[in-house]
């Protein structure tokens, strides 16, 4: 079955820690984005990339950091200059920009 | 003015009634539409996407005014099932594109 899997689904960490959030996709999709989303909010773009070895900011990319080795593949650091890092992070694909989007599970980061 | 305004909600409708969700757009740059369904906790899924001549698919009836900038979705014979959010969601052409989502509207269906 074709998809988009996050890992991990829950994830805990200390303030001050970094931590990578996977998102890997089989759809061959060539778009591919992360987006946060808090509690009783809308979706709030991070970063996004439509090929591979290029990636462009969002609207909240301060404290993040990605990367685009392979088409499959689009991790998410969220660093210790995030301020407050807890939230509910999506990945997602499309074939191209103007297509609709896939979502994997999500992850849900919580800092102690 | 938010570039995608949904209904705020909640909407609070018995089994087997219909509920019609409204969204108006800004931006006349706007080119592809959809509807989302997001359920508590879960990740947004696809439920429909939207043309100009209208679609329909089961229960479900999407239209798109791009005249008014408006789009709608109509939910008859409502099931417990349907309760969720319900996101509207557009793409819009600045030189690439810019997918907007919109604030999301709840439904509760009730017995």
């Known amino acids: 079955d074709g998809g988009i899997t996050q890992s991990p689904k829950y994830l805990f960490r200390k303030e001050g820690q970094n931590v990578t959030l996977s998102c890997e996709q089989n759809l061959n999709h060539d778009a591919m984005y992360w987006y946060r989303q808090d509690p009783g909010q809308g979706l709030r773009l991070i970063y996004y990339?439509?090929?591979?070895?290029?990636?462009q900011k969002g609207d909240i990319a301060e404290g993040y950091s990605v990367s685009r080795e392979k088409k499959e593949s689009f991790p998410l650091t969220v660093t210790s200059a995030q301020k407050n890092p807890t939230a509910f992070y999506l990945c997602?694909?499309?074939?191209?920009?103007?297509?609709?989007?896939?979502f994997g599970e999500g992850s849900r980061l919580t800092v102690l | 003015r938010k570039e995608v305004e949904q209904d705020p909600g909640p909407f609070n409708v018995p089994e087997g009634a219909t509920v019609a969700f409204n969204c108006t757009y800004s931006?006349?740059?706007?080119?592809?539409f959809f509807w989302y369904r997001q359920d508590c906790r879960k990740e947004p899924k696809l439920l429909m996407s939207v043309y100009s001549s209208g679609n329909e698919d089961g229960r479900f009836t999407a239209q798109l005014n791009r005249a008014s900038q408006y789009i709608s979705l109509l939910i008859r014979d409502s099931k417990l099932s349907d309760s969720a959010t319900y996101l509207c969601v557009v793409n819009v052409a600045t030189g690439g594109f810019k997918t907007i989502f919109g604030a999301g509207t709840r439904l509760f269906v009730k017995a």
């Open positions: 990339s439509q090929i591979v070895n290029d990636f």
């Open positions: 997602a694909s499309s074939r191209d920009r103007n297509r609709e989007l896939f």
């Open positions: 931006n006349s740059a706007s080119q592809s």
